[in-house]
């Protein structure tokens, strides 16, 4: 059988909005695959803001090495200083193995390459049994979130069940961090986790946010979107913040509003209103969490100057950031300091601080379950899947 050319996407690594999709001549045939090893290639791809993020958080995190160029990207596109892949969580399948606990046919979701270029990995299991952990040499710098994979049995029929997986590919990660949030790093029931990692002071009086007002910046995004569905569905009444307030775009307005998660729904610019302690419940002795899931160009900075004297005390969460924004935050550059109230969330550190307090093997189980969960129910109201198929719709976006 006469195999495909493969192609993959790679970005301009100063300008993420600038893709391309490159065909791999020279791909055929393939080294043979060292022991304990994996061939894979993806199958279901998920396009969302997530992948910006990643984008730029590429150098600080490694992110742009966690699957680097094949050996058959021409020129330009080889060129590892100006491009880079960064990638999607996603469904492969093992195309080839010499691992006795993943055989041909085996499905995995996780962090996977963007195209339809076969890659290998060595793996092993993980110590909850589901997962497989990536030990190649290439991988042992990287965040442990992006070695973990989960796995699933030949016989699994992803067409078949696409709406359940095309959910895991497009959210289920970013449900995860917020889960997290709510779970450890804002916890009433378990010991809390900072949510930059356990190394952090986290007192709980940080955590309580019992009758706070939750300001939350970009909710149209998938991990805005989860967060505010974690208070509303997941805490107890008494636990929960007096209001959860969205603040986001004129156009997505009508999306938020639909959600039923959010008690007013704001746009960016009304940070100018002269009172806005009315629309937000707040006064002198309330505590303020200003989160920001990738906000539009210095909203952040925006609303959490306003914010301070309308509130007791004010604390911002930094989660996600917007495409278009170029560099670090002002807010972000003060997120060292404990004193400055500012915290930014790393969901690597995070879930390695849940792990540690609840055990892997529960974490995961507790977590699949909440997910299944949100997934059963409908997820949010009105968030639709799209579904595109093969690679000139990835180039088209």
Same mark, same amino acid.
């Given at each position: ?19 391309? #999709? ?31 993020? @990643? ?11 966690? %699957? ?9 596109? &080889? ?9 999607? %969580? ?32 060595? #793996? ?7 997962? !497989?952990? =990536? ?5 042992? @710098? ?8 989960? /796995?699933?049995? $030949? ?22 961090? !917020?889960?997290?949030?709510? *779970? ?27 009758? /706070? ?63 806005? !302690?009315? $629309? ?11 989160? &920001? ?19 007791? *005390?004010?604390? #911002? ?5 917007? $495409? ?15 004193? !400055?109230?500012?915290?930014?969330? &790393?969901?690597?550190?995070? *879930? ?7 055990? =892997?093997?529960? @974490? ?8 299944? *969960? ?24």
């Amino acid at each position: 059988m006469v195999e495909s050319t493969p192609l993959t996407q790679t970005l301009e690594k100063s300008d993420n909005t600038k893709q391309y #999709v490159v065909s791999l001549p020279g791909t055929y045939p393939l080294r043979p695959l060292e022991p304990n090893a994996i061939r894979i290639r993806s199958i279901i791809l998920s396009l969302t803001a997530n992948n910006f993020t @990643h984008a730029r958080l590429g150098y600080i995190l490694g992110l742009w090495d966690v %699957w680097p160029a094949p050996p058959s990207l021409p020129s330009p596109y &080889n060129d590892t200083q100006k491009y880079g892949r960064i990638l999607p %969580w996603s469904y492969a399948e093992v195309i080839g193995s010499t691992s006795l606990h993943f055989p041909a046919g085996t499905k995995l979701w996780g962090y996977m390459p963007l195209g339809t270029h076969p890659e290998d990995l060595e #793996v092993t299991i993980g110590h909850a049994s589901e997962h !497989s952990l =990536e030990v190649s040499e290439r991988g042992r @710098h990287l965040l442990s979130i992006y070695n973990r994979y989960l /796995a699933y049995p $030949p016989d699994t029929d992803l067409p078949t069940g696409k709406h359940s997986f095309g959910w895991d590919a497009m959210m289920r990660v970013l449900f995860e961090s !917020s889960y997290m949030l709510s *779970r450890c790093g804002f916890s009433w029931a378990e010991m809390p986790v900072h949510p930059l990692g356990t190394k952090m002071r986290w007192s709980n009086d940080d955590t309580d946010i019992a009758d /706070a007002v939750a300001v939350l910046l970009a909710l149209s995004r998938k991990t805005g979107l989860s967060f505010p569905y974690q208070l509303r569905h997941g805490w107890l009444v008494s636990k929960q913040p007096r209001k959860a307030i969205a603040v986001g775009l004129a156009k997505s307005r009508v999306f938020s509003e639909i959600a039923g998660l959010f008690d007013e729904v704001l746009l960016y610019d009304d940070f100018t209103k002269s009172d806005l !302690s009315g $629309p937000l419940g707040t006064d002198k002795a309330t505590k303020v969490l200003l989160s &920001n899931f990738g906000a539009t160009s210095e909203a952040d900075e925006k609303w959490a100057s306003v914010l301070k004297p309308l509130s007791a *005390r004010l604390q #911002v969460l930094l989660i996600g950031s917007h $495409p278009k924004v170029k560099g670090r935050g002002k807010l972000a550059t003060h997120a060292k300091d404990p004193a !400055s109230g500012i915290v930014q969330m &790393n969901m690597t550190e995070l *879930r390695g601080g849940a792990i540690v307090t609840e055990g =892997e093997a529960r @974490h995961f189980d507790l977590f699949d379950a909440e997910w299944t *969960r949100f997934k059963s129910e409908g997820a949010v109201p009105g968030l639709k899947l799209t579904w595109g198929k093969g690679m000139d719709q990835i180039r088209k976006g």
